[in-house]
């Protein structure tokens, strides 16, 4: 089982090396986060291998519509439009996390404490 792309099975020369080349497997590509996409000669089977730590949240939506037959065209290639974001990967555990605390510490406008005060006769 291939944990990371530090693993001696995945780097260049190691085991993974020699099955792609063995199997007839073609890499078809690689997103920002370093991540490999990988295809058969027919293209019958699509995979990842991932850079890192092994979490599908890294997969951009892109390259995930890819994997599952959804789009033909390659995402590098497919036209980005202004109003889209840049993907980010599950934050949960993570310092970067929504907070909503943090969110009210750094606004004071929308703390707790005045949005709401008690009535005294």
Same mark, same amino acid.
């Given at each position: 089982?291939?944990?990371s792309?530090?693993d001696?099975?995945v780097?260049?020369?190691g085991i993974?090396d020699?099955?792609v080349r063995?199997?007839r497997?073609f890499?078809?590509?690689?997103?920002?986060?370093?991540?490999k996409?990988?295809?058969?000669?027919?293209?019958?089977?699509?995979w990842?291998i991932?850079? &890192?730590?092994?979490?599908?949240?890294?997969?951009s939506?892109e390259?995930n519509?890819?994997?599952r037959?959804?789009?033909?065209?390659?995402?590098?290639?497919?036209?980005?439009y202004?109003?889209q974001?840049d993907h980010?990967?599950?934050?949960? &555990?993570?310092n970067?996390?929504?907070?909503?605390?943090k969110?009210?510490?750094?606004?004071e406008k929308?703390?707790?404490?005045?949005?709401?005060?008690?009535?005294?006769?």
């Amino acid at each position: 089982f291939i944990q990371s792309i530090d693993d001696d099975l995945v780097n260049d020369g190691g085991i993974m090396d020699l099955w792609v080349r063995e199997a007839r497997l073609f890499k078809y590509g690689s997103d920002n986060h370093g991540n490999k996409y990988y295809r058969n000669k027919n293209d019958s089977k699509r995979w990842v291998i991932y850079n &890192g730590i092994v979490e599908s949240t890294y997969v951009s939506p892109e390259w995930n519509n890819w994997l599952r037959y959804t789009s033909l065209a390659k995402p590098s290639e497919s036209e980005k439009y202004d109003w889209q974001k840049d993907h980010l990967p599950n934050l949960t &555990g993570t310092n970067a996390a929504y907070n909503p605390k943090k969110i009210n510490d750094k606004n004071e406008k929308y703390s707790k404490d005045n949005d709401y005060k008690k009535w005294n006769p």
